[in-house]
């Protein structure tokens, strides 16, 4: 099993009282309530903490970006990737991942993250995302052709990355001249890809068809083995058979030498989720044409305040008897994180750590002991299950480079 | 005398069109707003009890369906001349409401000579010298069509508490929005150089409170057209023709029997 260590970078250092009165902290709450000074001490102790918990024995950084918001404070996820690159020396860097719909030059994002890769000395797994609704607003691209935009940009990075140039790009949302960046990736066919996803059924078979690992983000045991149903399915159609090594999950998990001070740390995932922060609204995080037309009807009520929050909206205490958050003694999240990965079998686990305004003190423990006491035991414990990740189990990059499929015409490395 | 509507669908660069018609007279083609339109309203009643009065749903919008291809107003401008020309009334009237304006502006850019009259209503298409088109994208399903009213009251006597219906169409609207006129939203940096030719006169309608398309962009508008008058209604929104049917159908009817 792979391990890795995953913080959303925090910004909580700010007014939260403005947060509430403005009634949201996403896109339109002003950045007049940033403050670099406090971003410069923040962005320089999540650096300490990510090279702490390779020290401590983490198999990899997580890292993804949001924009506008106090909750992430990466506005741009190969920033962080490419210090990571030069200052640290085992660890993967895993991007969860670039939003692939934000780039209008998916060539540049090529060449950027071959040049993270070749830095790194091949640590780099490169996910990709379509960005949620926010991000699109953020940065003026149309939710419209989101998914539209998803699709070619991942294609024409992967050309970039597999084909000799020069070569000519003439597609519906990108056209490119002339494609031949010289930083191409040192992984050979090319750095892992991996999709991390929430609710999106069509994000889950499309990578099923790629043969991608899905990343579930913190989704309930129940909804991850949905997920799992749905993509064995579509890679049954593709011609292989998921396994451990296909999927990847997303939980939060905070330790402390006592539960009591693990609890009340804890608590401070809410923050996010907007029990003390304030709520974006939900336009912003679902613009028009952004969400699966399935999901209209639904959507239109909730977002005029006619219908529940079809994600639910569930308390702290409700998280943690349902295994969305854990939290306590290593021996006590070690006994929870067990129960969850004998239920959903991943091959990946990321451990979001800390979040909201936990101190640096107690932030820094929870890595020593997340990754120098946790990770190992866990990591023992799917051995014994067979939960191999993705090199454990010398899975294909892509579908394309599949031996085990007949027929499948197979691509060059 | 009640007006008759007939719908139809026609097809038009591979897309079926839905088409309401109703009345006799010289052509009228009436274009909706971004938000699109309901089937039917007094003020097209009115206009039909005086002209034939043709209003399409834009591709995409309400009952006619949506091409995948379509990117900029001036693609809608051409499928409804196409509409046009296979109803056999070439040479109508172009009305426009808001979005529907700057679709109107695009045909009579496009076919300088062809168009009998042109009205617009609180028309987007152009960037206001002085303040923005507002943003529909960061407000809610309600909120912004009822910012298109001075009265909230007239608001809800159009739309009542609004249905789960009427909101998903709002949203297929507002998706419609954003694929043909994200960016730079609602408006064309080319169409104002492009107006100087269009020979046909123009009557610019404007309510006095229009909170979506200032004011300043029916100047423009006035300044571009070579024969054009600019028109404000007291107390009014951007949705004019449902705000003040009454003195819109005025106006129009007026300058179009003239």
């Given at each position: ?87 640290t020396k085992r660890v993967k860097i895993v991007f969860l991942g670039n939003p692939l719909p934000l780039t209008e030059n998916p060539v540049q994002l090529a060449e950027e993250l071959a040049m993270i890769d070749m830095i790194s000395k091949g640590r780099v797994v490169s996910g990709f995302v379509r960005g949620g609704g926010q991000e699109q607003l953020a940065n003026g691209v149309n939710p419209a052709f989101n998914r539209e935009r998803f699709i070619e940009a991942h294609d024409l990075v992967q050309k970039t990355w597999t084909v000799p140039g020069p070569f000519r790009w003439e597609g519906t949302h990108y056209q490119q001249r002339v494609v031949n ?233 | ?208 409170d229009d909170r979506i398309v200032p004011l300043s962009a029916g100047q423009a508008y006035a300044k571009a057209l070579p024969e054009a008058t600019l028109t404000t209604i007291p107390a009014c929104g951007h949705f004019a023709e449902m705000e003040k049917p009454d003195a819109v159908a005025r106006l129009a009817i007026d300058f179009l029997s003239r």
């Amino acid at each position: 099993m792979h391990m890795m260590y995953f913080t959303e970078q925090p910004m909580a250092a700010y007014d939260a009282k403005a947060g509430l009165d403005f009634g949201a902290t996403a896109l339109n709450f002003s950045n007049s309530h940033f403050d670099p000074n406090e971003g410069s001490r923040l962005y320089n102790e999540y650096l300490e903490e990510y090279i702490l918990a390779e020290e401590c024995g983490a198999d990899g950084i997580m890292l993804n970006e949001h924009h506008n918001a106090p909750f992430c404070m990466q506005a741009r996820t190969n920033m962080f990737g490419a210090i990571l690159a030069a200052v640290t020396k085992r660890v993967k860097i895993v991007f969860l991942g670039n939003p692939l719909p934000l780039t209008e030059n998916p060539v540049q994002l090529a060449e950027e993250l071959a040049m993270i890769d070749m830095i790194s000395k091949g640590r780099v797994v490169s996910g990709f995302v379509r960005g949620g609704g926010q991000e699109q607003l953020a940065n003026g691209v149309n939710p419209a052709f989101n998914r539209e935009r998803f699709i070619e940009a991942h294609d024409l990075v992967q050309k970039t990355w597999t084909v000799p140039g020069p070569f000519r790009w003439e597609g519906t949302h990108y056209q490119q001249r002339v494609v031949n960046p010289w930083a191409i990736p040192m992984q050979k066919p090319y750095p892992r890809v991996w999709i991390p996803g929430v609710l999106s059924k069509e994000t889950v078979i499309w990578t099923a068809q790629q043969r991608y690992p899905y990343i579930a983000l913190n989704t309930s045991i129940e909804a991850t083995k949905t997920i799992h149903e749905t993509y064995d399915k579509a890679a049954a159609d593709a011609g292989y058979t998921a396994g451990p090594e296909n999927f990847g999950y997303l939980i939060r998990v905070h330790v402390q030498d006592t539960e009591e001070k693990a609890l009340q740390n804890a608590r401070q995932f809410m923050w996010m989720q907007g029990e003390f922060t304030g709520l974006a609204n939900p336009v912003w995080a679902n613009p028009a044409g952004y969400f699966s037309p399935s999901g209209r009807r639904g959507f239109v009520e909730f977002a005029v305040g006619r219908a529940k929050n079809p994600r639910g909206n569930p308390t702290f205490e409700q998280q943690v008897a349902d295994t969305m958050i854990i939290a306590g003694t290593p021996d006590q999240v070690i006994e929870r994180l067990k129960y969850l990965v004998r239920e959903t079998r991943p091959g990946i686990m990321g451990i979001w750590g800390n979040d909201g305004t936990v101190s640096k003190e107690d932030r820094r423990r929870c890595i020593q002991l997340l990754c120098g006491e946790v990770m190992p035991a866990i990591k023992e414990y799917a051995a014994g299950l067979g939960l191999n990740d993705p090199w454990e189990a010398n899975a294909p990059v892509h579908l394309r480079y599949s031996t085990d499929i007949p027929g499948l015409r197979q691509a060059a490395e | 005398m009640s007006v008759v509507w007939t719908d139809t669908v026609e097809e038009i660069a591979g897309i079926k069109l839905h088409v309401s018609r109703a009345g006799s007279g010289p052509t009228v083609l009436v274009l909706h707003h971004d938000i699109g339109t309901v089937d039917r309203l007094p003020f097209y009643d009115a206009l039909a009890a005086k002209f034939d009065v043709v209003i399409p749903h834009h591709p995409g919008w309400g009952k006619s369906q949506r091409a995948e291809w379509m990117r900029h107003p001036r693609d809608i401008a051409a499928v409804h001349a196409w509409l046009l020309a296979e109803l056999g009334a070439p040479h109508a009237s172009l009305l426009g409401l808001g979005f529907g304006g700057w679709v109107a502006a695009e045909m009579a850019s496009l076919a300088p000579t062809v168009y009998r009259k042109l009205v617009l209503v609180g028309a987007m298409g152009i960037k206001p010298p002085e303040g923005d088109i507002a943003d529909q994208a960061i407000v809610s399903y309600i909120v912004y069509p009822m910012s298109g009213f001075h009265d909230e009251a007239a608001f809800k006597a159009n739309y009542g508490d609004v249905s789960t219906d009427q909101l998903e169409a709002w949203d297929i609207a507002r998706e419609m929005s954003f694929r043909v006129a994200w960016k730079p939203y609602m408006y064309s940096q080319t169409l104002p150089h492009l107006l100087g030719g269009v020979r046909a006169p123009a009557l610019i309608i404007w309510g006095d409170d229009d909170r979506i398309v200032p004011l300043s962009a029916g100047q423009a508008y006035a300044k571009a057209l070579p024969e054009a008058t600019l028109t404000t209604i007291p107390a009014c929104g951007h949705f004019a023709e449902m705000e003040k049917p009454d003195a819109v159908a005025r106006l129009a009817i007026d300058f179009l029997s003239r």
